[in-house]
């Protein structure tokens, strides 16, 4: 199982947003969107062993479970469209219970922490940086939850959570990618073992 | 210098399409934006090294120049109108001249073999094929031109195209790839100079 965890400082948490203006007044949903299509799509099929946690403005957390999946298309305003249909159900979130909107999409009432605190015991928490390991000398975990910021820098607080909480600190490339970009070559990476051989 | 020729074989050719419709009626151009995208985002630059070409139902190719582009943005509604802008410029793209629609992006009225035509003699001509060599095993050039198609296949006469002009046949991984998720793996291949070292 893949797992990604993508940071949306200024996503939306009420529905009430335009998707003709995803970029602007829905706080870059784009770029979610982005993520979610790149983590999911080949080019016939779904990767139906990956999952996709979208943190909403640290309140809500969105999750995508590729083996359920059935209604994701690979355009960003379909994409937003399912995020707007899972903060519908925000208000039947309680606890930490999920409620799923349509197939494969379920809402949490859960931020940042609290979605690594349930990720985190069974998998190895990688979180993507300029900084890091470059991923070519980094041997592939094979339960990888790779955390990534949306077009915003992870904030000073979220920074100290992962440097407490992350397995690994890993780079994919010489180059700072977008998040969904990144999302697509940490796939690839996994695809390839490694880029060793296949 | 890297570019990127990608088919768009459902793309419209006028300008009267809706920016709420990409993924309908304007013939998937939401895969060609994606591409764009792809082709120029790093996380706080553009790679002006790079080169896309869109063609456009084999009639006219929309040309993006990183060095000069100006106004685009990561999301698929803001680069399908910097191309229906350059729709609406077509009138005025006569025999094989460009016409500037905005900074950096032109149109020309060509369609798919006249591109290659034009791209050919002092360039690497790649086609991303699931059958081709391992991009592990196949050293990156310094001038690449990859060429792709958007969710449909190759049509018979641009495979036969390919398979006599393209230098090389290569595939980015085991598992075959949405046009801009190839973008993507193709430029950090490309960064990492063949993943040997960064």
């Given at each position: 199982m893949r797992q990604f965890v993508v940071v949306g400082?200024?996503?939306?948490?009420?529905?009430?947003?335009a998707l003709d203006d995803l970029a602007g007044a829905a706080g870059r949903l784009d770029v979610l969107c982005r993520c979610v299509t790149s983590a999911f799509f080949l080019s016939h099929a779904i990767r139906d062993e990956t999952r996709v946690h979208l943190v909403l403005a640290d309140s809500f957390t969105v999750t995508f479970e590729g083996s359920d999946l059935?209604?994701?298309?690979?355009?960003?305003r379909s994409t937003a469209a399912l995020i707007r249909g899972a903060l519908e159900r925000r208000e039947d979130a309680i606890g930490h219970q999920p409620v799923e909107s349509s197939p494969g999409v379920s809402i949490r009432r859960r931020g940042f922490e609290t979605t690594l605190d349930a990720l985190t015991p069974a998998t190895t928490l990688v979180h993507l940086h300029?900084?890091?390991?470059?991923v070519v000398d980094y041997d592939p975990p094979s339960d990888p939850v790779f955390v990534l910021s949306d077009h915003?820098?992870?904030?000073p607080a979220e920074t100290d959570l992962l440097a407490d909480r992350a397995d690994a600190r890993v780079r994919l490339g010489p180059k700072p990618l977008h998040a969904d970009h990144a999302v697509t070559v940490a796939h690839n990476y996994l695809d390839t073992d490694g880029f060793r051989s296949y």
């Open positions: 400082h200024d996503a939306p948490t009420t529905p009430d947003f059935r209604r994701l298309n690979p355009d960003e300029e900084d890091g390991t470059p915003h820098d992870f904030a």
